[in-house]
């Protein structure tokens, strides 16, 4: 079995020396040093705000966890100047492959068309994901990140939360203006804040083997209802770097989780799912799961994100990717309350926003679960119609739910300005901005998502010029496609924005678009600016 | 209302007898199994979720008119 990748060293803070009434004070506390914190901590960071950062642990947790990595979460992290190494060290894929039985049902791309600087998906252990964020916390000076210091208490007061943490030499106090909670389906937090949230139990049990071999499966995802070799439930095989194999087979609901752990029962299984025994066991675990969120996001100034704000089951990689998702809604939120150019209110969007999307997050999975667990004879009956359809009829394949994959969602926003012009195309406000391959007028290759980097991951106009350009805002960044900007040769940034000449598009700090303009004028864009700021 | 629930065929007997006689020789499983595929397919084919939901809307009313039909029955019944 794998132990843990990465120790870390408890180190004393001379926070820990002062005395109780006069507890450090930090603007941001983040708690939870899993890819959630992290991100969040290093976005926050890059916005120059100090951080101090909170885990339990001193090591990176073992065991892959969370695979799959989405093309918006690899497009964050290039923001946060670690996605290439993600990428570098991940196994792309886009296609799936269903099978029903021994047979394929069908197959699907998940990004069939080109010019995108990132994949569909990434497959990378979370350790590894984990790893790589930390180093690249260590070259930020505005993040502390702080081993082995549990939070143990939490009391909100008027001006700031006060925070007792736990540490190898005792305990002692921080005060913090806000605190992130990113720690975890278990969260600590959410108790302490006295918000323990109900949802649906599904009761199948699923067993996750990572194996190590050498094989020749194609890097996709295999999908399987009722294969040979797993007869009546649903099996997933999917590639991680290290020629490790992911291998994920739904139990019954009442097999017994400590015999069904036991490698050697769980290896006759794999050895007829994979036709040989010339495999070796990386980790193994047993897991049922829940399909919940947190009624509200945030609780007076502490704020959750990640698996402690919403749970999903794991089909269809919401989790992780939506956590991400969640740390790219709040920290240039966090940042310009903080700043005091937008005020508290606009926080008040992240939960909107993000909340909204779990809702989605959940809805998507559970159906799938559903649909490989059907809850009834008659649900049963159905699905075995779906599958036998899918073997003749195109919509009978676009029924057979093996797993929604994720995408991120469109918000219904009060930070949008609603189209007011027609568009045909293009992300409508609320949308995240779709990548394209453009260059540069020396004919240099880049991408969309570069020059949103490179215009400084702040609010940005991005647009098509058309003669003279009008005088973006102060603090707004510029992207210009065509005359003197960059060059769009194959068209592909105008289709994809249904662009004309002199079409603008307003985009967050997030990479989602605030407002469009058919023709923009000053005042248009500096109330939509006011309304995406929450200075209106 | 989307869904039409005026008369669509020109031979509706027509219609009926070419579903009962798709049933014929069927166990009620195979026939529960034959309907489920039924419904998928024709619900594909309209392509209209509203219509569908209208469609569900009105199928469930039946069950509902059953059930209290039986309830009143009941209570006569136990009048009686």
């Known amino acids: ?536 | 209302m989307a869904l039409s629930t005026s008369s669509n065929f020109a031979k509706p007997d027509d219609a009926f007898r070419a579903v009962v006689e798709a049933h014929r020789g069927l166990n009620d499983e195979q026939s529960a199994d034959l309907d489920a595929a039924l419904v998928l397919i024709l619900a594909n084919h309209i392509g209209d979720i509203e219509v569908l939901r209208e469609a569900i809307v009105l199928a469930k009313r039946r069950m509902l008119d059953d059930g209290q039909q039986q309830q009143q029955q009941q209570q006569q019944q136990q009048q009686q």
């Open chain 1, 1 to 536: 079995m794998a132990q843990s990748k990465t120790q870390f060293g408890y180190r004393h803070h001379p926070d820990q020396d002062r005395a109780g009434g006069n507890a450090a004070e930090h603007p941001v506390v983040v708690v939870g040093a899993g890819p959630v914190g992290l991100s969040l901590a290093i976005d926050l960071a890059q916005r120059g705000q100090p951080i101090v950062l909170l885990d339990d642990a001193d090591r990176i947790g073992e065991g892959s966890r969370a695979i799959c990595f989405s093309k918006r979460s690899l497009e964050y992290w290039d923001r946060l100047g670690i996605g290439q190494r993600m990428v570098d060290k991940g196994v792309v894929w886009s296609t799936g492959r269903i099978f029903h039985g021994a047979s394929q049902l069908y197959q699907f791309d998940l990004l069939p068309e080109p010019g995108h600087k990132r994949p569909a998906f990434i497959n990378l252990q979370q350790f590894h994901a984990e790893a790589y964020l930390v180093d690249r916390v260590r070259e930020l000076s505005a993040i502390d990140l702080r081993w082995r210091n549990k939070v143990t208490g939490l009391e909100q007061r008027n001006d700031h939360v006060l925070l007792t943490i736990e540490t190898p030499d005792g305990p002692y106090l921080l005060r913090a203006h806000h605190v992130i909670a990113c720690d975890g389906a278990r969260s600590s937090l959410r108790q302490m804040v006295g918000a323990e949230f109900a949802g649906q139990v599904f009761e199948d049990q699923f067993l996750i083997a990572d194996v190590r071999m050498t094989a020749e499966f194609p890097t996709e995802r295999w999908f399987w209802f009722d294969p040979p070799f797993h007869a009546g439930r649903s099996a997933l095989l999917h590639k991680q770097p290290d020629d490790i194999w992911r291998i994920d087979l739904q139990l019954h609901p009442d097999a017994d989780p400590v015999v069904e752990k036991r490698p050697e029962n769980v290896r006759p299984r794999l050895a007829r799912m994979l036709g040989h025994e010339k495999f070796e066991f990386e980790w193994i675990s047993l897991y049922k799961f829940q399909c919940r969120r947190m009624e509200k996001f945030i609780h007076g100034r502490v704020i959750f994100a990640g698996d402690a704000a919403h749970q999903v089951s794991p089909f269809g990689a919401r989790g992780a990717n939506s956590g991400l998702e969640d740390a790219e809604n709040l920290a240039w939120k966090l940042d310009r309350v903080l700043r005091g150019i937008s005020p508290e209110a606009l926080l008040a969007s992240y939960h909107l926003e993000r909340s909204a999307a779990a809702d989605e997050n959940i809805r998507e999975s559970t159906r799938s679960t559903d649909f490989m667990a059907p809850g009834s004879r008659q649900e049963a009956r159905l699905r075995k119609a779906v599958l036998s359809l899918a073997r003749e009829t195109e919509f009978g394949k676009r029924m057979v739910n093996g797993g929604r994959l994720s995408v991120p969602s469109i918000y219904c926003s009060p930070l949008s300005t609603m189209d007011t012009e027609a568009w045909r195309g293009g992300p409508r406000p609320g949308a995240s901005m779709p990548d394209a391959e453009v260059s540069t007028r020396s004919g240099i290759s880049g991408y969309l998502t570069e020059a949103f980097i490179k215009a400084g991951k702040r609010f940005t106009l991005l647009e098509f010029a058309n003669g003279a350009a009008i005088e973006a805002p102060d603090d707004v960044g510029v992207i210009r496609i065509g005359e003197d900007g960059l060059f769009d040769s194959a068209g592909l940034a105008a289709a994809r924005y249904d662009a004309e000449p002199g079409t603008a598009y307003l985009l967050r700090p997030d990479g989602y678009v605030a407002a469009r303009f058919r023709r923009p004028t000053r005042p248009a864009l500096d109330a939509a600016l006011a309304r995406a700021t929450g200075n209106i």
